[in-house]
């Protein structure tokens, strides 16, 4: 069966004629004038590969991983030594722009090949049928899949990845990612600490980082264009000093309409390159889980909680924090159990933040373990971190860790015991439970 293909650039009209002639492997279904035209072609289903010649400099991550997501894979024609070393890193097959019409067709026929191998996302959605599911049925293209294959030539990953996540209403993911990646990097590990908040980014704010960069935006977009190597990646980062030793921070966006910045799939790329250089990488999650694109029936479109979903798919530990009150403890029990819908192979661990009398009455670590041994899923409580107003205070006042504004602080205490010891819960099932009965 021939394939069909789509083809994009002004050299195109040579190699067109050169295919044509070949009678057999590939057939041009569109000759197209500019890139729009062709991403929306491909996604009408009408060809199975695209061969861009001469104007590739418009291919980025963000235009390949959408061309594949239709099934469509992907060959440059360059003379350039540069470009193609960038389009090589991103996954495309390259040759030359006078390559001969056999050898071109065989390029074409071995992405598409390889692109079939990869599992692309019909495949990966579990399904043995063949489908076009990101068009057919975007809540099936929205499940978890895969992490995106590692471009060539990237370290190999080393350092674990730690999400700091947790329900909205501000339970303090961010002040125990910052103060976890201090004490990990106090402790001697090189640390890394990176914000992917797609709704209020604010490591920046709470290092006192007068940080206009979006450290985290600039290498997921490096990487969009297949230029984030190492050297690249290690300029991007901010560099920390905590107590004598330095953290390396990704900080994030500086505005919230800038969330398509930070695609899924190149904040893999940096994640993965990250892992390489650090012994850990703490993570600052966004809080939503939702699928709410779903609705919008374009799984093209970016999806504000990608980053989110993918920084917990990727993660080698959950840290799941909850306000420890009558409002952030159901928050949480909600939260996790949209979790294990959403991320199955995640396994969370429960943190509760702000623990106070005030809130749940006398002996308040008690009366929380009680509440959640009756109403929470069964999973161990992992910590309960005291509220502090006065440490946590003095630290944002400062722009500066616990572990320096107030050493010997509880709070700090407590998240340091997060940081030492090898936290891997036992994977456990949910208990589902009715959240209109949980009650202190
Ligand atoms: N254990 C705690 N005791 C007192 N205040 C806290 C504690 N943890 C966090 N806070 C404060 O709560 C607010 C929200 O914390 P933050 O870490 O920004 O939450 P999130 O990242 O979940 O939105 C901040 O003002 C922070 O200083
Ligand atoms: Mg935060």
């Known amino acids: ?63 390949v991983e959408r061309l594949h997501s239709a099934e469509v894979s992907v060959v440059a024609l360059t003379d350039d030594d540069g470009e193609r070393r960038r389009l090589e890193g991103l996954g495309i097959r390259t040759g030359a722009e006078s390559v001969e019409p056999e050898a071109l067709a065989a390029l074409v026929a071995e992405s598409a090949a390889q692109l079939q191998g990869l599992g692309a996302p019909a495949q990966a959605a579990g399904s043995g049928t063949q489908r076009l599911v990101g068009l057919a049925d975007p809540a099936r293209a929205l499940q978890p899949r895969d992490a995106d294959p590692v471009p060539p030539g990237l370290p190999a990953a080393q350092g674990e990845l730690v999400a700091v996540w947790g329900p909205a209403g501000a339970p303090g993911r961010t002040t125990v990612a910052v103060n976890l990646a201090a004490e990990f990097a106090a402790a001697g590990q090189r640390a890394l600490l990176v914000d992917a908040d797609t709704y209020g980014a604010s490591v920046a704010a709470f290092l006192g980082l007068l940080d206009e960069s979006a450290a985290l935006a600039h ?7 297949g230029v984030l190597d190492r050297e690249a990646f290690e300029r991007v980062c901010l560099k920390v000093a905590v107590t004598g030793t330095t953290l390396r921070v990704l900080t994030g966006i500086t505005r919230v309409d800038r969330w398509t910045e930070l695609r899924p799939a190149a904040l893999a790329t940096v994640l993965e390159l990250a892992r390489g250089v650090a012994d850990v990488v703490v993570v600052d999650c966004g809080f939503s889980l939702e699928h709410d694109e779903e609705l919008s029936f374009d799984s093209m479109a970016p999806r504000r909680n990608g980053a989110t979903l993918r920084v917990l798919e990727l993660a080698d530990r959950v840290v799941a924090v909850g306000s420890a009150d009558a409002v952030g403890l159901p928050r949480l029990v909600r939260a996790l159990d949209e979790l294990e819908h959403a991320v199955p192979s995640a396994s969370a661990e429960v943190v509760l933040n702000k623990v106070r009398s005030a809130a749940v009455g006398a002996r308040p670590e008690a009366q929380l373990r009680e509440a959640w041994e009756r109403f929470g899923p069964v999973r161990e409580i992992r ?14 006042l400062g722009g500066s860790v616990l572990l320096e504004s107030a050493p010997n602080s509880a709070l700090r205490h407590a998240i340091a015991g997060l940081a030492g010891s090898q936290l891997q819960a036992p994977r456990r099932g949910l208990r589902r439970r009715a959240l209109a009965k949980v009650k202190f």
């Open 1 to 63: 069966m021939s394939l069909p293909v789509l083809t994009l650039g002004t050299a195109a009209a040579d190699f067109v004629s050169g295919l044509e002639r070949l009678h057999g492997p590939v057939t041009v279904v569109r000759r197209c004038t500019e890139l729009a035209e062709m991403l929306a072609a491909a996604q009408s289903g009408l060809a199975r590969a695209a061969i861009v010649a001469g104007q590739t400099q418009d291919l980025d991550g963000g235009v």
């Open 219 to 225: 290498a997921c977009r490096m990487a969009d264009q």
């Open 383 to 396: 910590a309960l971190l005291p509220a502090d107003p006065a440490a946590a205070d003095a630290a944002l």
